[in-house]
């Protein structure tokens, strides 16, 4: 994208300092460069630009020393387009006129994509593991993670919560014993898988 820089405050307060012409084949940005106080622009474009060429909003608030961007849209064109832009500062105190010319697009080509045949095919999908594989895998993963002391302290906590619930014989106990059983076998299955 093109950029229309415009200078702001830079030789005096509201002073503007532009391009005598500026040519672009389409959208394309104004930047307000401002060297010194914060101040108000207003962006105009005559008559003929007017029917092509628009910004979102025509005035402008530019900080002390910072550049603004402003987006210029334009529309497409069949043949050139010729008019001025205006740029006002300090509340109509200082004017400049840029002459824009708006040229039309070269045609690229279609907007064809062509795609391959083999994209339209769905992926082959790998075999799937015996069982036996995957748990093997999933031992790997455990020793690579670091998760045998974990695994030991888990069977440990398993030996000493049967051993428990063997030497109480209550059913409370035994219950509680199995269902503790059950959701750390979840929680370590979900982990390692």
Same mark, same amino acid.
């Given at each position: 994208?093109?950029?229309?820089?415009?200078?702001?405050?830079?030789? #005096?307060?509201?002073?503007?300092?532009?391009?005598? &012409?500026?040519?672009?084949?389409?959208?394309?940005?104004?930047?307000?460069?401002?060297?010194?106080?914060?101040?108000?622009?207003?962006? %105009?474009?005559?008559?003929?630009?007017?029917?092509?060429?628009?910004?979102?909003?025509?005035? %402008?608030?530019?900080?002390?020393?910072?550049? &603004?961007?402003?987006?210029?849209?334009?529309?497409?064109?069949?043949?050139?387009? &010729?008019?001025?832009?205006?740029?006002?500062?300090?509340?109509?105190?200082?004017?400049?006129?840029?002459?824009?010319?708006?040229?039309?697009?070269?045609?690229?080509?279609?907007?064809?994509?062509?795609?391959?045949?083999?994209? +339209?095919? =769905?992926?082959?999908?790998? =075999?799937?593991?015996?069982?036996?594989?995957?748990? #093997?895998?999933?031992?790997? &993963?455990?020793?690579?993670?670091?998760?045998?002391?974990?695994?030991?302290? +888990?069977?440990?906590?398993? +030996?000493?919560?049967?051993?428990? #619930?063997?030497?109480?014989?209550?059913?409370?106990?035994?219950?509680?014993?199995?269902?503790?059983?059950?959701?750390?076998?979840?929680?370590?299955?979900?982990?390692?898988?």
């Amino acid at each position: 994208m093109s950029t229309l820089s415009v200078e702001l405050n830079g030789d #005096a307060v509201h002073s503007i300092r532009a391009p005598a &012409r500026f040519e672009t084949t389409g959208p394309f940005a104004v930047s307000l460069e401002n060297a010194g106080r914060s101040t108000h622009v207003h962006l %105009h474009f005559d008559d003929d630009l007017d029917r092509v060429a628009s910004v979102d909003e025509t005035n %402008h608030f530019v900080d002390d020393e910072s550049t &603004r961007h402003v987006h210029v849209s334009v529309g497409d064109v069949a043949e050139p387009v &010729r008019g001025k832009l205006k740029i006002v500062t300090g509340y109509g105190s200082e004017t400049r006129y840029v002459d824009l010319r708006i040229e039309p697009r070269e045609d690229t080509g279609p907007d064809e994509v062509a795609v391959d045949e083999a994209l +339209a095919k =769905p992926p082959e999908r790998p =075999p799937e593991l015996p069982p036996s594989q995957r748990a #093997a895998n999933a031992v790997d &993963r455990l020793i690579e993670r670091g998760g045998v002391p974990g695994a030991i302290a +888990a069977f440990l906590a398993l +030996a000493a919560g049967v051993s428990v #619930a063997l030497a109480l014989d209550s059913a409370v106990v035994t219950a509680a014993v199995v269902a503790v059983l059950a959701v750390s076998l979840g929680a370590a299955l979900l982990a390692v898988w």
